[in-house]
């Protein structure tokens, strides 16, 4: 990627600030998606329209992709990198819509733009750990497409809007967040179903454990702990509504964010032990929702994005 510098608030010598002071850049004004790339140098932020690429090393800004026509709602990276995913959709003059693009990363190029439902927005996109086959969930349902040549794997109708999507570290299920509260669990291999029910609400939050043993989905008060066959282990009961989940590589920790969807409104991030269920750390700030989280692949940072349009970066390691 050609680096090209801006005037982004991070530190060359390592970006993350103290615990109680974190550095904040400000990427647009609409909702934040993010995900560090595989080798933990680069963070994609996607905002509006476009994916902006920021090196962790000397704090710029390396390049945008732009041509997408409707608001990104999630971000993804194939395991080698070598791929991007984004998905985004809404409303324009009261009718639903949305798209899928994959981007080669190295030439900032569209390689891909497989068709999702028509009147369909996508809210999620996932690649299997593989990087053979991306996902694309929405109001619609979920798709998968194969990532080389863009045919379509697989198509699964839903009751309601998917929106969130995870893969088991093994690839052999990819678990779902839906608008109805339910959470879907299918085995690629057969597409079989496994439905999760007992959010008060929908689930606007999920992920696995990095061994594929948890999986932990999150919503409106509360987030659960299901092992990876689905059976519930634990509820948490939160003071607020859970939009974003992660876990530390290692595993040991849980990232959460929460919040309100108006700027004015506080957000926080939070670290929870994953063995006592209890919380270790928590950050509160103005600027709505912390709507994404995601740890480096060292465990060593903590980026997250707000509703606002704001990124921080947070110490997880710092006591």
């Known amino acids: 990627m050609r680096a090209f510098c801006v005037g982004v608030l991070l530190t060359a010598c390592g970006v993350v600030a103290a615990a109680d002071s974190p550095r904040t850049i400000t990427v647009g004004k609409h909702r934040v998606c993010l995900v560090f790339s595989p080798d933990g140098k680069t963070l994609a932020v996607g905002s509006g329209d476009s994916v902006k690429f920021y090196d962790m090393a000397s704090g710029t800004e390396e390049l945008a992709f732009t041509g997408h026509t409707w608001p990104i709602h999630s971000v993804a990276f194939s395991p080698d990198g070598k791929l991007l995913a984004s998905g985004a959709g809404g409303f324009r003059d009261g009718k639903p819509g949305g798209e899928v693009r994959i981007w080669d990363t190295a030439t900032g190029k569209v390689k891909l733009s497989p068709e999702f439902w028509p009147g369909s927005d996508v809210q999620a996109v996932a690649f299997s750990p593989d990087g053979k086959s991306v996902a694309g969930g929405g109001r619609r349902g979920l798709r998968v497409w194969d990532t080389a040549t863009g045919k379509l794997q697989q198509k699964v109708e839903t009751d309601a809007a998917v929106l969130v999507l995870a893969y088991a570290p093994d690839g052999k299920t990819l678990a779902a967040g839906a608008f109805t509260g339910f959470a879907h669990l299918w085995d690629t291999g057969t597409w079989k179903e496994k439905v999760l029910k007992g959010h008060q609400s929908e689930v606007r939050a999920i992920a696995y454990s990095p061994d594929g043993k948890t999986l932990v989905t999150g919503g409106v008060g509360e987030f659960k702990v299901w092992d990876a066959g689905g059976e519930l282990q634990k509820t948490v009961v939160h003071p607020d509504t859970v939009w974003a989940v992660a876990f530390a590589p290692d595993g040991q920790t849980l990232a959460v964010g929460s919040g309100g969807p108006r700027a004015d ?42 509703f606002s349009g704001a990124v921080e970066f947070l110490d997880p390691v710092a006591k």
Do not use: I, Y
Request: glycine share 16%; hydrophobic share 40%.
């Open 265 to 306: 409104l506080k957000g926080e991030a939070g670290l929870w032990d994953s063995h006592r269920w209890s919380e270790a750390r928590r950050w509160s700030s103005a600027g709505g929702m912390v709507g994404a989280v995601a740890f480096s692949p060292d465990g060593k940072r903590l980026a997250t994005g707000r």
